[in-house]
């Protein structure tokens, strides 16, 4: 797997947001900073990824640029999949993306699914919907989801705190 080796980690937020730089983007960025100090080591990184800029040629097979971002996404020590969460499950644009691999075309990779929604009616999205997909991809998927309500942003710092306790020690 990409992430057991001694490499520098790179920590990828993927934020399946049809809405670029809103809250699930700071989501999913305050996700991976906290994993890149997790993993420590000299030289990790972070890097955002807005599929929102690559969502019109998403469904234009063969697209070079799709294949060019899918490929630097599998290449990844850790991706935190961010997205917000649309009619209680994540978005077409995540699912859009995600199509344009084959079978386990993950494998070799960390996910962490990771959902903003404005209802609490939702928050096992994450978990119910969002993992089983990541998954099916062959990605391996060791913590809990995390799952933040739109009305936390607030404390989010204390929400991505406590949800990085949980997740010391397993994610390598
Ligand atoms: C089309 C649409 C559908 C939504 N459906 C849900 C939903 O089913 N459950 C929920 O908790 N929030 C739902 N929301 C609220 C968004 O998940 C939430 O406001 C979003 O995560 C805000 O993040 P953003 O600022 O990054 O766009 C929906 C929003 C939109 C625009």
Redesign the pocket.
């Known amino acids: 797997m990409s992430g057991a080796s001694s490499a520098p980690p790179m920590v990828r937020a993927v934020i399946g ?1 049809p ?1 670029p730089g ?4 700071i989501v999913g960025e305050a996700v991976a900073a906290a994993i890149v100090d997790m993993l420590g080591g000299a030289g990790g990184a972070t890097e955002t990824i807005e599929l929102a800029h690559i969502g019109p040629h998403l469904f234009e097979w063969g697209n070079e640029d799709v294949k060019a971002l899918t490929d630097r996404v599998a290449s990844s020590t850790v991706n935190v999949f961010a997205c ?5 499950t994540y978005t077409g644009l995540l699912k859009a993306f995600l199509d344009n691999y084959g079978n386990d075309g993950l494998a070799g990779t960390i996910a962490v699914p990771v959902m ?4 609490p ?2 928050a096992l999205a994450p978990e119910v919907h969002l993992r089983p997909l990541l998954v099916e991809l062959g990605a391996s998927v060791p913590t809990r989801g995390l799952y933040v309500l ?1 009305s936390e942003m607030d404390g989010l710092a204390a929400a991505v705190e406590s949800w990085a306790r949980g997740a010391e020690g397993q994610l390598g």
């Open positions: 947001n809405n809103g809250r699930t983007t917000p969460t649309y009619k209680a903003v929604g404005g209802t009616r939702h739109d």
